[in-house]
């Protein structure tokens, strides 16, 4: 049961025996987001999406996070790892932090220093869909990526699945870089001045 799951249940302040986790620190599981079980992870297409409600946040916003089955075969998934990373830095560490919406299902975990950095499944329960809130920091990056490992069962497993990337506000827009100097200027400048001079050398 708990023991082949690869993830730290925490229940009630009672943590779960997990193979490599005899410390109850889920450091290890939220940083590769491996599971500590089965050959690999699968080398078919994963049947599940990750989808938010929006492209792009300020610090103070709430991002709703979908997890779900999306394959024309009904599929389920019974454990999950939900972060978000500084994008295009899959090895940063996690950025913001979780509220959950199905406490029953799901679970908040500490990965790093940040409380409720992780979302992970509570039980073992075949789950079509999954929802959790994202709350991004007060200095977040530019491009935040949302990663997923889903696991449907013991050895059928899906890791660090790239979901969609949501933007800061006015971080989408390309950078803006100062206008080149007129180099057309100064010729026309000085060419009626030049011929100015000529003119009244002429009259002379």
Partial sequence: MWRSWFLVAVLTGSVFPVSGFSNGKVTAACGNMMPRHGDGPS??????????DT???TPGDNITVTLQEASSTPTYFKGFLIEARDAGKP?????GSFLLTDPQESQLLQCGHTQGSGVSHRRDSRKTRIQAVWEPPNNPPQRVQFLVTVLREYKVFWVKMEGPVVSLHGATAAPSTPAPPPTSSPPPLSEPVSHHHKHNDNTR
């Fill in 55 to 57: 492209a792009s946040f």
């Fill in 43 to 52: 080398p078919a297409p994963p049947p599940f999406s990750i989808t938010v």
């Fill in 91 to 95: 090895n940063s560490p996690t950025v």
